[in-house]
């Protein structure tokens, strides 16, 4: 350990004494878990899914031969040796966290197999998505009696693939709005990480599985009026870039930072997709009549999530000495108005086109100021994936295409290499 050598390196110097080493080896030796325990966790939860799923392929292979009561009681081993695994970890190993998470993750799998063998056996009837609801519910008390975060993970994977198979590809008629209140179940155990471990990886795991289940489910309410439903999504990332700069994850590395990620790509990736002609012309034909828009599910949603970032602004730039304005914070509200020119006229094509060039060069800015070379190019990459796009829809020659290409290519280099040299001043 690097510490350790530097506490030797003290010790011989004669800086400190040996009693002091010996203070400041233990302090770091209690706060500082061996990095062998997170291999030892990964590989336990990895060996626990692989002999689930070897157990299952086992069975497959001889099933047709077994009779109804033999098969019953098969379907039952698996989540019986679950549970007494999960107990044994309880009574016996309850701070080890690799016994938590692997025994964990087999109890789950085990249930979800023990499901589908009895749905098989006596002929149950039902659909995939009922029988991922079923399979997550039962899984959520895992969660919470075996403290496991892998268990979490899987419940969200679970949860988002049952919304999924509702809303996207299973009957129109059925809605997703369960998955709504199933998410809420595993809020407080996330709360309860932040406290607790929010150093660990299982956070960041969860700052990633969150907001993009929460993202990829949205799009399950569009139902009448679609196009509304890009304002939703722009408002949501607006809520998650808001929720990645609160004191509750901004201390977070920035690759951890799944809010702040998510909500600032899921902004510009928007606004790239909405730069081009065929969504405003199309936008322009469409008859929106008062009523049909604010009695729609998607104008609710829009106006909540709307509302929910507006407060979530207000309240951080009230608190906030001095005040600052970052990138990405006012695109929600900046792009209602676009959206509304938009069902009139194409200067909304202008619009976005301004607004996306306006966020790459104040992240450049912001990039330069913290010091920052992946901020910086995060902001020159914006810059260059809107000239790629305006190459694709734009009339203008090639030699004038090539100029911007070149000037673009020239702004990274010089951008580059003043950063670097700054840095090599201070």
């Known amino acids: 350990m690097k510490v350790r050598k530097e506490i030797t390196e003290l010790l011989n110097a004669g800086v400190i004494t040996q009693e002091t080493a010996d203070r400041i080896t233990q302090y770091y030796d209690s706060k500082t878990e061996p990095p062998s325990n997170k291999l030892v966790i990964v590989f336990g939860i990895l060996g626990a899914i692989l002999v689930s799923l070897g157990i299952i392929l086992i069975l497959a292979h001889n099933w047709d031969s077994l009779s109804r009561s033999v098969k019953t009681v098969i379907a039952f081993i698996p989540l019986l040796a679950g549970q007494a695994i999960c107990g044994y970890t309880l009574l016996k190993k309850e701070e080890s966290v690799t016994w938590r998470e692997a025994g964990s993750a087999f109890l789950i799998f085990s249930v979800g197999a023990c499901i589908g063998l009895l749905s098989q056996i006596y002929n149950v009837s039902g659909n995939l998505a009922s029988y991922l609801f079923t399979w997550t519910l039962l899984c959520v008390p895992i969660i919470y009696v075996m403290r496991s975060s892998m268990a979490s993970l899987l419940y969200i994977a679970g949860i988002t693939w049952y919304a999924c198979e509702i809303g996207y590809w299973g009957n129109s008629t059925h809605e997703s709005y369960l998955y709504w209140g199933m998410l809420l179940l595993v809020l407080p155990y996330y709360y309860m990480l932040y406290r607790k471990r929010s150093e660990g990886n299982f956070f960041t795991f969860h700052n990633w599985f969150i907001p993009l289940s929460v993202v990829i489910v949205l799009g399950t309410v569009a139902k009448d009026v679609g196009d509304l439903m890009f304002?939703?999504?722009?408002?949501?990332?607006?809520?998650?870039?808001?929720?990645?700069?609160?004191?509750?994850?901004?201390?977070?590395?920035i690759r951890n930072n799944g809010y702040l990620m998510l909500g600032s790509l899921g902004t510009v990736g928007i606004l790239l997709v909405l730069s081009f002609n065929f969504f405003w012309s199309d936008l322009i034909d469409k008859d929106f009549s008062e009523k049909n828009v604010f009695s729609s599910v998607e104008f609710l949603v829009s106006a909540l999530l709307t509302l929910a970032a507006l407060s979530l602004l207000i309240y951080q730039k009230m608190r906030q000495k001095p005040l600052e304005i970052k990138p990405a914070e006012l695109i929600f509200l900046l792009f209602i108005g676009v959206f509304i020119i938009g069902l009139s006229s194409l200067l909304s094509v202008v619009l976005i086109n301004l607004l996306v060039l306006g966020v790459g060069i104040l992240t450049i800015r912001e990039g330069a100021r913290e010091n920052h070379l992946g901020i910086l190019n995060y902001g020159l990459l914006i810059v260059t994936a809107l000239v790629i796009c305006r190459f694709f829809d734009t009339d203008i020659s090639f030699v004038l295409k090539g100029i911007l290409f070149v000037g673009v290519g020239l702004g990274f280099f010089f951008a580059n290499y003043w950063m670097m040299k700054k840095k090599r001043v201070t």
């Open 231 to 253: 304002i939703a999504y722009v408002s949501l990332f607006g809520l998650l870039y808001l929720i990645g700069n609160t004191p509750f994850i901004r201390d977070q590395k």
